[in-house]
């Protein structure tokens, strides 16, 4: 990037704006997909229709600023049960069906000007009020719920990544279930979904030798990302096909095949170094070609479709929060509600029971949330999600 000399950050008004819109979009674009999944719906539908809604909405804000790049920060992926994530189709791979009392995690990302708001969610297939889900599928959501819960109350200036950590073993044990080994949320920056401070999810002893303590600063960004299992909590490659990939911008190698070259051109052209799906090339057969040689030369970095055991299940929770001055400020969520998942188990450490008890929002961010979200409105002339929710 050439204009890196002055990093912006949320310390920047217009910087927040650009935050909300995308965090906006992503939550709508979530609740899209979230009601479209009904039984004999197709997984790959659902994945077109979550990137089709956030290009759409994406394209009209900052209309005058022709330069801006926006769009898809994660392309929306749909993986139902013992599948851990990316599970994000090709027309040319085989589809999945949605059917009653499957666990569905939806996973997408927007960016505005490369600010990232990344969201992801879970819910079973058929739940209602009149038929709440219990057994191992409530403990696994509720677990990974309380897990995003805790991380938005220790997630701020000051504390350090292995208090998450510790939070998280310690809630997924109290609902019999394992963290996904190794996983990683990151801190956010302006065209970067992979900042270098991280939160890891039950590391091994090696993970955790090697693993770099950070402490939270005001003004970063965060996506925080909690994937639980009912299982052990150990993810693999399942053999299914990558669809998702991101350009590595540190690797350069000379690409031998003409294909190659023009889907990399193409890459480099429409996403930079945001993740992205072969799903959005115009010819699918080419767009698999060319892929093969860059990520061969890791000039691409592969987001491979993860799989649990058969049999078990999987529950992610992912949110953006930006550490304001005045307190964390959660920009995207899902639509849950807790009423349907009754668990026979709950968190039994003192500590984290008050944390978790304790309130997650400021009463001066109210008001200048308010603020912000005027200016959002203004920005993009629509409702954001705080001045929907006064209304």
């Known amino acids: 990037m050439s204009d890196e000399e002055q990093e912006q950050t949320i310390a920047e008004d217009l910087v927040v704006t650009k935050y909300k819109m995308g965090g906006d979009i992503a939550n709508q674009a979530l609740r899209l997909v979230v009601e479209t999944a009904k039984p004999g719906v197709s997984v790959l539908s659902l994945c077109e229709k979550g990137d089709a809604y956030i290009m759409a909405e994406t394209g009209k804000v900052f209309k005058k600023e022709k330069e801006m790049k926006k769009g898809i920060a994660f392309p929306t992926s749909v993986s139902v049960n013992n599948c851990v994530c990316h599970f994000s189709p090709l027309k040319s ?27 992801a969610h879970s819910f079973v297939v058929g739940a209602s009020k009149e ?9 696994v959501v509720k677990a990974a719920h309380l897990c995003a819960e805790a991380a938005l109350r220790l997630v701020k200036p000051g504390n350090q990544n292995t208090q ?18 190794g996983m990683l949320s990151h801190q956010l920056k302006q065209h970067i979904i992979d900042g270098e401070k991280t939160i890891i999810q039950n590391p091994t002893d090696q993970q955790r030798k090697d693993h770099e303590k950070a402490e939270f600063e005001v003004h970063e960004v965060y996506a925080v990302d909690v994937l639980i299992s009912t299982g052990e909590g150990k993810a693999r490659d399942g053999g ?13 190698y000379g690409l031998k095949m003409k294909t190659s070259r023009t889907f990399f051109s193409e890459v480099e052209r429409r996403f930079d170094a945001m993740p992205f799906t072969l799903r959005a090339f ?17 000039l ?11 049999g078990e299940c999987v529950a992610q929770f992912k949110f953006t929060v930006l550490l304001m001055a005045n307190g964390p400020h959660r ?22 029971r008050t944390l978790l008890q304790s309130s ?16 959002a409105e203004n920005a993009t002339g629509q409702p954001t999600e705080e001045t929907e929710a006064a209304e």
Not at 164 to 181: D, G, L, R
């Open 300 to 310: 691409l970095q592969p987001f491979s479709v993860l799989q649990e055991k058969e």
């Open 331 to 352: 920009i995207t969520n899902g639509p849950f509600d807790p009423e349907l998942y009754k668990s026979e188990h709950e968190v039994q450490d003192p500590e984290l």
């Open 131 to 139: 038929n709440p889900i219990t057994g191992r599928k409530a403990d």
């Open 360 to 375: 997650a929002s400021r009463k001066t961010q109210k008001k200048k949330k308010k603020k912000a979200s005027k200016t």
């Open 282 to 298: 115009e010819d699918e057969a080419k767009a698999r070609l060319g892929v093969v040689e860059c990520a061969k030369h890791e």
């Open 240 to 252: 299914l096909r990558t669809t998702i990939y991101k350009r590595d911008p540190s690797k350069q």
């Open 164 to 181: 998450v950590t510790e939070a998280w073993n310690k809630i997924a044990q109290s609902f019999k279930c394992s963290p996904i080994e």
């Open 93 to 119: 791979d085989p589809d999945y069906t949605l059917k009653d009392g499957d666990l569905v995690k939806i996973d997408l990302g927007v960016h505005v000007d490369g600010f990232i708001a990344n969201v």
